[in-house]
C-alpha cells in the first residue's frame, strides 16, 4: 500500500501545482486579450472581498490600456509571492510594500487608483 501512496500522492501534488499555476500566474503564449480576461478575472476574485473590489475596479479601467510589459509587471504583483492580505495591507497604508512593490511601475498606478476613489472617513 506504501508503495502506491507515494506516486499516486506526486502524481496528485504534480497536478495541483500544474492547475494552480495556470490559473494564479502568467501562461506561456498567452494571446494579449486572453491575458487580460485572466487578469480581470483574477482581479475580481481574489479570495478576500477587500481586495476583490480594489483589483477588480483598478483592471476595469485600466487593463485595456496596460500594454504587454505592464500585464505581465501586474500578473507577477498579484499572482507573486505577496499574500493577499500583505497586499491589501500595501494598498490601504497599513503596511509598508517591500522595495521591489514599492518601485513597481504598476504598483504605483494601482497605489494611485486606490488613493483616488479611497472615501474619507466622517
Excluded at 477587500?50 to 479601467?61: K, Q, S, T, V, Y
Aim: net charge positive.
Amino acid at each position: 500500500m506504501t508503495t502506491l501512496l507515494g506516486p499516486i500522492t506526486r502524481r496528485f501534488l504534480s497536478a495541483t501545482q500544474i492547475a494552480r499555476s495556470l490559473t494564479r500566474a502568467e501562461v506561456p503564449g498567452e494571446q494579449l486579450d486572453a491575458k487580460r480576461a485572466r487578469l480581470l478575472y483574477q482581479s475580481k476574485k481574489r479570495g478576500i472581498l477587500e481586495n476583490d473590489i480594489l483589483l477588480g475596479n483598478f483592471a476595469e479601467e485600466n487593463l485595456k490600456k496596460m500594454s504587454e510589459p505592464e500585464l505581465k509587471a501586474y500578473d507577477k504583483l498579484i499572482n507573486g509571492e505577496h499574500m493577499e492580505w500583505d497586499l491589501f495591507y500595501y494598498l490601504s497604508n497599513k503596511k509598508t510594500p517591500p522595495e521591489d512593490v514599492e518601485k513597481c511601475s504598476v504598483y504605483q498606478k494601482v497605489k494611485k487608483f486606490v488613493d483616488e476613489k479611497r472615501v474619507p472617513r466622517s
